[in-house]
């Protein structure tokens, strides 16, 4: 621990923690009778050169709604914690695409020693097929701030399996899809121990296949994703960003990811946030929908018959998502 500056008290669900050091990120989680859904974290963090401590209440992983790139630049402590302290609901160092080569030794550098002193994020880190994954995870398996990672180009269950098996049990695997390959392996994939959510990579995807991002072509490979994760009982998979140059595109194309069944999104920009955020949460209209039609299905004298068990469900779904997120 750092030096003793102040003393803070978060309370998340009844759970309670007092202590006296100046850190940057204090995580307190709640389980729920549904385990991982049922997870609340909260993190009290002291951000900036001020060091004064702020209370922010985020999703836990498997409800995250947007998954901040922040490039992993070298000496950039201050960039991730202003990132820390925005909107978004993850934030992923990225020391994959996040930096061009020549930088990711000296970025790998700095993500390791800002989660080494207080710091807490996730980090996307290099394929297994290249040398810079076995760096990236000699750098950074052991450091207390890292909360997961995410590993880029995933194209089959042996590089989730290989990357679950050099970080400390429990630290969950969100697998990048960003190839054929990884999208014909994503029932494998999605299966392995140690994978936590699927994310899309649009761009990647599409150089690889030479798709275009008409929403039409690319409708399959979403519902690959989407369906591979609720098989094997994972989190909905997570959509690819919009670009920074097409900020007019945001709401669009966050609508697309949310038809599609995917339930977050990776960002690019964090002025992005907050829309993303607003359009995978319930809506105020949902989630009145889905109570009046609750008291309706409840009702003594209401109908049924073979669509009430769906449509109860899935208006239970937003009621408890809305809870999870704070929305009820």
């Not at 549904?34 to 050169?49: F, Q, R, T, Y």
């Not at 994954?133 to 000699?138: C, F, G, I, P, R």
């Not at 990579?201 to 275009?212: A, K, N, Q």
Request: glycine share 10%; charged share 25%; aromatic share 4%.
């Amino acid at each position: 621990m750092n030096e003793v500056t102040d003393a803070f008290v978060a309370v998340a669900g009844g759970v309670s923690c007092s202590r006296e050091h100046n850190v940057r990120n204090l995580v307190l989680t709640r389980r729920g009778p549904d385990d991982l859904n049922g997870i609340v974290e909260w993190e009290v963090m002291s951000v900036g050169s001020s060091r004064v401590a702020e209370r922010i209440r985020r999703p836990h992983w498997s409800l995250a709604r947007t998954w901040l790139l922040q490039p992993g630049l070298p000496g950039g402590g201050d960039a991730f914690d202003s990132a820390a302290a925005g909107r978004a609901d993850i934030v992923v160092l990225d020391i994959e695409d996040g930096l061009p080569d020549s930088q990711k030794a000296d970025g790998r550098q700095a993500v390791a020693e800002y989660l080494g002193t207080g710091g807490r994020a996730w980090v996307r880190i290099n394929c297994v097929s290249t040398p810079a994954w076995s760096a990236d995870l000699d750098a950074l398996a052991q450091t207390p701030g890292l909360a997961g990672v995410m590993l880029a180009k995933t194209e089959g269950a042996d590089d989730v399996a290989a990357t679950a098996a050099r970080l400390p049990e429990g630290t969950p695997v969100v697998a990048l899809v960003e190839s054929a390959l990884g999208l014909e392996s994503a029932a494998d994939i999605a299966r392995t121990p140690g994978c936590g959510r699927i994310a899309f990579g649009v761009g990647d995807f599409r150089r690889d296949t030479g798709m275009s991002d008409d929403p039409t072509v690319l409708a399959y490979a979403r519902a690959r994703l989407v369906v591979a994760s609720r098989a094997a009982q994972l989190p909905a998979p997570i959509d690819g960003p919009t670009l920074r140059t097409a900020a007019n595109r945001l709401a669009r194309e966050t609508a697309v990811a949310k038809a599609a069944g995917m339930s977050g999104r990776l960002c690019l920009d964090p002025a992005h946030a907050e829309t993303i955020n607003s359009l995978l949460s319930p809506s105020p209209m949902e989630i009145d929908e889905a109570r009046r039609t609750l008291a309706q299905l409840d009702a003594p004298a209401g109908p049924y018959d073979g669509s009430v068990g769906p449509t109860k469900a899935r208006a239970e779904a937003v009621l408890a998502l809305a809870a999870k997120l704070g929305l009820d």
